[in-house]
Structures are given as structure tokens and as C-alpha cells.
């Protein structure tokens, strides 16, 4: 079997979100103290397999429903496309993504048992679970998708991330600042992707937010959800959560502007859509990269070279 399919099926570019939201959260624990190689890179592993389950499942039921063979692809939506061309077997792709699934839920049982079996560590991989295994049938047909994925790539990831490399009995206030950052951002991702799909999701019965509102109210909400990441950012700063130097994820406000502008122009079309979810997709890259910058920069500077005065504005950390 050609391992390129499999690469397509499996959307390895959007990978990158988790390869850049895990460290992020190691980097909050980083901060505090603590770090651990070893479940730094489990919780990788773990979480990049449940995020191309996810992929994987959602492609084999909306293949099964009719979803992707009444939609237009563009290079951001309609899925992978893979099913639709015949590329693999609906049994193929059913397979990988189970197996996928069952190897982020064992990597993240080895980790729950070996600190414990904590409460709030084993709520965490289960609400990621559940969402997986019932977003396309159940969540994204009823308007839940988005709050879910905002939750999952969001401060459960990072607060997760964090309780797993600390051993914490609280989960920190920062690392769920920083989580609700990256979260909408990616909840807009899925957002804006939806708008090439809606009519064909509303014929098989799929009715989420984009579907809901109608797509000319729906701009609105996109704008809503992507500026209230930059709010949460500024708020997370101002009021000492966050290190100061975590604003350098605000130099991507013009870059989100932009999108504003094209899907103000373009909600309605298709192909020329794809402009604005490809810089949108960007946007999201490059804010979170930049926050990781920031977090680097900051432990070099402060934890490692000993600067004397605090990252955090107000004197501290508050965790």
C-alpha cells in the first residue's frame, strides 16, 4: 500500500497544531519548575494519534452518510478525499482509525496509571475519547463541533499537558489561559472550513454552527471567535497569567484582519473561499508559534540566565 495515501488520509499538514499546542503546555510547566522527557513524548505520541483518529473516523462516517461525495473539496475541506477516489477501503480507513484511537487511549491509561489514576488527568483523556468517537455522528450535527474542538486543542490539551509533566493536584490557571488562546483559534479553523460544506452537510442532516446561523451571520461569529483569542491573550498578560513576552502571538492581528476582509468578500463562493482558510490556517501556525517563541524566549532569559525582575506583569505567576 502506497504510504502516501496514507499521509493524505491522515491530513499530516494539521498535525502541526498538536506538535505546536503539547509544547506549549510542557513549556507553562517548564515555567513552574517542572519537566519530564519521557512523558513530554508520550503525550505527544498520544496526542497526535487521537487528533488523525479523529481525522480518520470523521472521513469514514462522512463517506458513509454521503457527506463527501456531495461536497466541492478545496485543499482546506471536504475531507481528504481518499474514500470518495478509492484510494483505500472504507474497512481500511474504518481499521486505522480505531486502532489509532485505541493507541492514544492506552498511551494516556499508561500515564493516568502511573500517576495514579488522578481524577481530573482521567476526565480529561475521557472527554477526548468521547468527543472522538461521537463527533461526526452526534457533536458536529448538532452544533457542538466547534466548543469541543475549542475545549480538546484548547485547556484541556495544555492543562493536561501540564498536570501530566507537574503531577499537580490543581491544574494551573495558565496553562488554561494559554489553552483557550490556541482552542479558538483552532475551534475558527473548523469554523471557516465549514463554510464550502454547508449545503451538502445540510442535505445528510449535519447542522453545525455555519448551518445554524446561515453564512452572512456566520462571518460574524468567525470574527467573534478569532478576536475573543487575542482578548483572552491580552487579558491573560495584563492581569499577570501569562509571561509578557507571550504578546508576540498579537503580531498576527494584521494576518487575521486580512482573513476578515476575504471572507467578508467571499463567504458565498467556494473557490475563491479558499484564500481566506489558507491564511487562516497560517494565522493559527503562526500565533502559536510565536507564543512558543515567547515561552523560550522567557526561560532563557529568566530561568536560565537569572534575570531578577518577573515575566509575569503584577510581580508573578499565578497559578
Do not use: C
Not at 478509492?86 to 480505531?98: E, F, M, Q, R
Not at 463527533?135 to 495544555?158: C, D, M, R
Not at 460574524?220 to 499577570?240: Q, R
Amino acid at each position: 500500500m502506497n504510504y502516501k495515501i496514507w499521509l493524505k488520509e491522515f491530513r499530516i499538514p494539521f498535525l502541526i497544531l498538536p506538535v505546536l499546542f503539547v509544547p506549549i503546555g510542557i513549556a507553562v510547566a517548564i515555567g513552574d519548575g517542572y519537566f519530564n522527557a519521557v512523558y513530554a513524548v508520550l503525550t505527544l505520541i498520544g496526542v497526535v494519534s487521537l487528533h488523525i483518529s479523529v481525522n480518520v473516523l470523521n472521513d469514514y462516517f462522512d463517506y458513509k452518510s454521503g457527506i463527501d461525495t456531495a461536497t466541492t473539496p478545496t485543499p482546506f475541506s471536504g475531507g481528504s478525499r481518499v474514500l470518495p477516489e478509492k484510494l483505500l477501503t472504507s474497512n481500511n480507513v474504518l481499521t486505522a482509525g480505531i486502532l489509532l484511537l485505541l493507541l492514544g487511549s492506552v498511551i494516556g491509561g499508561y500515564i493516568a496509571y502511573s500517576l495514579n489514576f488522578p481524577t481530573t488527568l482521567v476526565a480529561i483523556i475521557a472527554i477526548a475519547i468521547i468527543s472522538i468517537v461521537g463527533y461526526s455522528k452526534i457533536f458536529a450535527a448538532s452544533g457542538l463541533g466547534e466548543i469541543l474542538v475549542a475545549l480538546n486543542f484548547g485547556p484541556l490539551l495544555t492543562a493536561g499537558t501540564y498536570y501530566v509533566q507537574t503531577g499537580a493536584t490543581e491544574i494551573s490557571t495558565e496553562s488554561i489561559y494559554i489553552g483557550l488562546v490556541t482552542g479558538l483559534l483552532t475551534a475558527g479553523i473548523l469554523y471557516i472550513n465549514q463554510f464550502p460544506d454547508t449545503t451538502a452537510d445540510i442535505s445528510k442532516g449535519r447542522r453545525h454552527l455555519v448551518a445554524r446561523l446561515g453564512k452572512k451571520r456566520a462571518v460574524t461569529g468567525f470574527k467573534i471567535i478569532v478576536s475573543l483569542a487575542y482578548v483572552v491573550l491580552v487579558v491573560g498578560i495584563t492581569t499577570g497569567y501569562l509571561p509578557f513576552l507571550s504578546a508576540l502571538g498579537l503580531l498576527t492581528i494584521p494576518q487575521s484582519r486580512k482573513t476578515f476582509k476575504l471572507l467578508d468578500n467571499d463567504y458565498e463562493g467556494i473557490e475563491k473561499l479558499i484564500p481566506a482558510m489558507g491564511n487562516n490556517v497560517k494565522t493559527t501556525i503562526m500565533t502559536s508559534a510565536l507564543i512558543l517563541v515567547g515561552y523560550a524566549i522567557t526561560a532563557l532569559i529568566f530561568q536560565y540566565w537569572g534575570f531578577e525582575f518577573t515575566p509575569y506583569i503584577g510581580g508573578g505567576s499565578v497559578s
